[in-house]
């Protein structure tokens, strides 16, 4: 049972061009979480999606930046015209179900490292 | 607001016990995880704790206290490889998001 996937690992970007990060969850899991780790700090909740959905988006930054978990393929996050800032690495997290619980624990996937050049 | 605090730095030698602290303020509180996160890596499950009390599971034991804001993960018999970040996380609010406090780097030296 594969864990959950994210892709590319590694992506750079120059300013102004488009960030596109996929996260495939693990096999069951149909919640989706994004986080956003700056360095040398927390990880930062962005949104919680389930498929088509779209939960809770507190943490998205109001512009440039959006999500979407279609009913086939992988959550994708998209930042428009990124900025040095956006540079950190990008979690995702899936669970079985969106309540809280042990039983709904978050798996991690191996993030996407964007650097904005 | 949402505020979690744990040390950013803790150093202790191999074979030796640690106790990392965690205080948290949130506006809502649902259970408290603890992740390990080697450095370019995924954060990975240790414990999870929703009553007050003590969780031990091998090496790694958690304690919360609810009416304090406060947990605590113990690593014991302390080996290299246990040199990593370790995250505080509360779940907040109904739909089981986490919010971080910003780690704490653990350093094992022989």
């Known amino acids: 049972n594969a864990g959950v996937m994210q892709n590319p690992r590694h992506l750079v970007r120059r300013r102004g061009q488009e960030a596109r990060l996929r996260c495939s969850p693990m096999?069951?899991?149909?919640?989706v979480y994004w986080y956003r780790q700056l360095p040398e700090e927390g990880l930062k909740f962005m949104v919680y999606l389930q498929k088509e959905n779209i939960i809770d988006e507190s943490g998205m930054p109001k512009e440039r930046f959006s999500a979407e978990f279609p009913k086939e393929g992988p959550s994708i996050l998209r930042i428009q015209q990124v900025v040095r800032g956006d540079s950190a690495a990008y979690f995702c997290?899936?669970?079985?179900?969106?309540?809280?619980?042990?039983?709904?624990?978050?798996?991690f996937g191996p993030g996407t490292r964007l650097t904005v050049l | 607001g949402q505020n979690i605090d744990q040390p950013t730095e803790m150093t202790a030698t191999e074979g030796a016990i640690v106790q990392i602290n965690c205080t948290y303020q949130?506006?809502?509180?649902?259970?408290l995880f603890w992740y390990q996160q080697h450095a370019g890596e995924a954060p990975t499950f240790l414990s999870y704790?929703?009553?007050?009390g003590l969780e031990e599971k091998g090496r790694f034991s958690s304690f919360l206290s609810r009416s304090k804001g406060y947990s605590y993960l113990l690593l014991k018999e302390l080996q290299m490889k246990d040199s990593a970040s370790y995250l505080c996380a509360v779940v907040s609010g109904g739909y089981n998001k986490l919010i971080f406090g910003a780690g704490t780097r653990l350093a094992v030296h022989p």
């Open positions: 997290a899936s669970s079985p179900r969106g309540h809280s619980g042990r039983a709904n624990e978050q798996f």
């Open positions: 704790n929703v009553l007050d």
């Open positions: 096999k069951g899991h149909s919640h």
């Open positions: 949130t506006s809502g509180f649902n259970g």
